[in-house]
């Protein structure tokens, strides 16, 4: 089964970036839909961003304008560009695809704080 690992998470000062990969040990070609989630202390997690194989995307209304989601099939990556962050955007930040789910990864920490 693919294993997923999240990396590229840090702290980041409100309105700052970050690039979020997401490394699967095997092929996604395959896997039509690839998802960002995140979780905040206290929270359910709660989906991001979407981006279909053939490279359509979709985001939570919150994050419009500011997420980019990507993938990249040949090398079995899927990413998250985030600008513009906010103290509200700091979560644990995971990838997977849609229910039913692959195994989780640890998920990557991202702290927007002065």
């Known amino acids: 089964q693919v294993q997923l690992v999240e990396s590229g998470g840090g702290l980041v000062q409100p309105g700052g970036s970050l690039r979020l990969s997401c490394a699967a040990s095997e092929s996604i070609f395959s896997i039509y839909y690839m998802r960002w989630y995140r979780q905040a202390p206290g929270k359910q997690r709660e989906w991001v961003a979407v981006?279909?194989?053939?490279?359509?995307?979709n985001y939570k209304d919150s994050v419009k304008g500011r997420f980019t989601i990507s993938r990249d099939n040949a090398k079995n990556m899927v990413y998250l560009q985030m600008n513009s962050l906010k103290p509200e955007d700091t979560a644990v930040y995971y990838c997977?695809?849609?229910?039913?789910?692959?195994?989780w990864g640890q998920g990557t920490q991202v702290t927007v704080s002065s």
């Open positions: 997977n695809t849609i229910s039913p789910y692959l195994p």
């Open positions: 981006i279909t194989s053939g490279g359509t995307t």
